[in-house]
């Protein structure tokens, strides 16, 4: 078996996955979301002191698969630098301690294997990735072939939702809230300009949205009525601009096979919209089970799998936090 740990942002988890079948044996996630509402978004300083409370909490209850553990797998890049130093130290002490090898896992390659807990992979398929730090397009044909044709210049697409509910006050994480708050708005009430609609570049971009709704909402004053309207103005024009682009992207690349990831990939319109545009190509979506979408250890454990079969080890010298890093 292999025991994997996810502290790269605001939620400490852990999950204990079996190597033959791949079954999740054990998975459990402690959220952070209440302790960061107060701010409006996650502080990291706080984030790290949870984590050091909850990890050892989540590690005591795996201690009977310890004699069955193969590895330990562990979030090292990308994230926040004081929780990625939490899930690691950790790591490297279960290593030690029980003479394992370690595994070193980027955060944004387990969102790609979250399609397949439990399940055989399925490549090659184009991915969209879209969560709180980062919105890119990637083709993916193995663990070690993924390559980045497009990202965000700017804000993310997830983050843009964060930023959008802090400016009116309805705390965090914003996705789920604007979400819901834009069921009941009229998407056309606000006519933001789609971003980049005019380049041919593929790529993203959401600081001009996000200052064009910043104006919309200090103009709504006290009138938070029209903050539904706002609301699903944003969420279906920050949409428009990830189908405009992809239209772009598959004049020149057929989709086949099509995946949506990350956090905010459990949004209901977008996938909606995907949907709508993947139709035409006969192509197949694929989609995470929505309790998989968010950060979680069972999508690191998922990975692990794959490069401990390959035997893609770190030493306990070599571990390093990258807190940039990309794919």
């Known amino acids: 078996m292999i025991l994997s ?6 939620d400490s988890a852990i999950a204990i996955t079996d190597i033959e079948t791949k079954q999740l044996l054990f998975h459990k996630k402690i959220s952070q979301e209440i302790e960061h509402s ?25 201690k009977e698969y ?4 193969k590895a330990v797998a562990v979030t090292a890049s990308p994230g926040l630098a004081v929780t990625l130093i939490e899930g690691v130290t950790m790591a490297k002490a279960i290593a030690v301690a029980l003479n394992i090898p370690l595994i070193e896992v980027n955060h944004l390659v387990g969102h790609i294997y979250s399609l397949f807990i439990e399940k055989e992979t399925n490549f090659p398929m184009s991915v969209l990735l879209v969560s709180g730090g980062h919105t890119q397009l990637m083709e993916v044909k193995s663990l070690t072939q993924i390559e980045t044709v497009a990202k965000s210049m700017d804000d993310s697409f997830g983050e843009s939702f964060d930023k959008v509910a802090k400016m009116m006050g309805l705390g965090y994480p914003g996705g789920p809230l604007i ?52 609301a699903a103005s944003f969420e279906h024009i920050a949409t428009k601009h990830l189908i ?28 909606g919209e995907i949907k709508k545009l993947l139709a035409p190509f ?24 794959e490069m401990y ?9 070599q571990l390093d936090i990258t807190p940039k890093s990309a794919i």
Request: glycine share 6%; charged share 25%; with cysteine.
């Open 309 to 317: 079969e390959k035997q893609m080890f770190t030493s306990i010298v």
């Open 179 to 230: 979400e819901k708050l834009a069921k009941d708005g009229d998407r056309l009430k606000y006519n933001f300009t789609v971003p980049l609609h005019q380049s041919p570049l593929i790529a993203f971009s959401y600081s001009g949205l996000k200052n064009a709704v910043r104006l919309a909402v200090s103009e709504a004053g006290e009138d938070t009525v029209l903050y539904k309207d706002i």
């Open 282 to 305: 006969g192509a197949t979506l694929y989609l995470s089970e929505l309790k998989y979408c968010a950060d979680n250890a069972a999508m690191i454990g998922r990975v692990a799998i």
């Open 5 to 10: 740990i996810e502290s790269s942002c605001d």
């Open 38 to 62: 107060v701010y409006g978004g996650v502080v990291p300083e706080l984030a790290a002191r949870l984590h050091a409370e909850a990890l050892p909490k989540i590690l005591e209850q795996v």
């Open 244 to 271: 405009m682009k992809l239209k772009k992207y598959f004049k020149t690349n057929r989709p086949k096979n099509f995946a949506i990831v990350g956090g905010a990939s459990a949004n209901i319109y977008l996938r």
């Open 66 to 69: 310890f004699p069955k553990l």
